[in-house]
């Protein structure tokens, strides 16, 4: 068991520390609310100690921000007062207990473990719950109910994190792929409607739907996340919510879920096909360099909605950028603001010496544990922050979200086929209709092409293609890699959020 004890005048305690070392607990120590956020970021415990009163950051809001980065953490606050008020403001911040100085060791020892009880309490709980909420599962009938039943099964996942059993995570697991599958279909079923407006927001219409209402009533910065999937919307969101009301809604990525095409078609306010038709000089074949004409396909959209207003356009692919554009960005006039991040590939490079990036890869959990201690101190969150404090309104979104493969499915063809591992295009392609959507006609999805020959295949659930020969070879070197491009849940249900400055 790991505990974090956070207390300015933690010599006082040692005498206890040493005793609970003596029980077999780990203890860490912080001596500064500060510092304590920073650890309770940066490593899992499962307990902490928090002192109700400290210089600068007092306890109460210390608590606050630690339930913010993870709502599942058990603190105990250590308090000098019994006051009524006081405790119903504590557990008004989500404390666990608390312990009322002086006390003695055995008094400590009670609180642990009466805390830690309620921990394995919680979990038996949560085990019933989880099997009520499925044992009436009846498959979403729209893209309405789907999103909600993607935010349950996010929800799940990251309360699983913390307090499910090995066997309710392995039938969490089971569940999200049944899901995926039967997104998969209802998406193969429902997708040409979508396009002909019959369905939820997609890439295309994200700007007249969501953000022009906004613009309306006054300037807004507009960031987008490359590659950002719901589970770390809520986690980073969790951080922000110290600065900003947040108001979270939903759309769909048009297909492939990929940036040329969704990032394109969201500053265009066009499909991909209606691109190449009308601005054939801002689209390209070649693989590098589809999506700088972001800025050109974006005044097109403005004067597609008759407005005459200022905007500006910041693409930040690395921290250096970053850090050379922060002041720009956040003085910035204009009435509407575009920074485009490259999030998720800047939360990869944060890995200190690259060396743990197979151990990061392979457990999500780590991954977003990186997120919530990385967000926080970057540079990126020094943008919102001040942003909040120049009451900017700013609208928060990605082009679309990502998934872990798991199945390789072989595909056949020329030897022009794109090399993307979610979708493909190229003349006589052949894959199995279980595992892709092949399109012998792109334009029936309004999708560009070269060439009448070029057919499109686009993986469903967690598929990725391979080439038949050395099969076992591509197998190995892309499972369980990080994708996008498909049909999955993770990758076509994407948040967009409206934040308006405490």
Known sequence: MKILWIDDEIDLLKPFIYLLQQEGYEVETATSGEDGVELARREVFDLIFLDEIMP??????????????????????????????????AYGSWVDDYITKPFSFNQLLSVLNRTLKRRSIISEQMAEEYATQFRTFSEPADYLEWVDYYKSIVSWDLRLLDYGSNDLKVLQKEKKHEANAGFAKYIENNYRDFLNGKGPTLSNNLFAYAVLPVLKEGPVHFVLFDSMRLDQYYKLSNSLREFFEINTEFYYSILPTATPYSRNSLFSGLLPLEILQKFPQYWSFEEKGQNRFEKELFAELLKKHNLRIKYSYYKLSSIQDIERSINSIVNDKADIVITVINFFDLLLHSIPGRGDMKGVLDDERVLLNLLGYWFPLSPIFEIFKRLSKKQRRIILTTDHGFIRVRKPTIIYGGRSISPNLRYKYGPALRVDNKTALLLNNPGDISLPYEDPSVRFAIAKEDYYFIYPTKPTEYEKEFKFTFQHGGISMEEMILPYAIMNPR
């Not at 630690?66 to 599942?72: A, G, L, R, T, Y």
């Open 56 to 89: 600068g950051v007092d306890g109460l809001e210390v608590l606050r921000k630690i339930k913010n980065e993870n709502s599942q953490q058990i603190v105990v606050m250590v308090t000098k007062s019994e006051e009524e008020d006081l405790m119903k403001k």
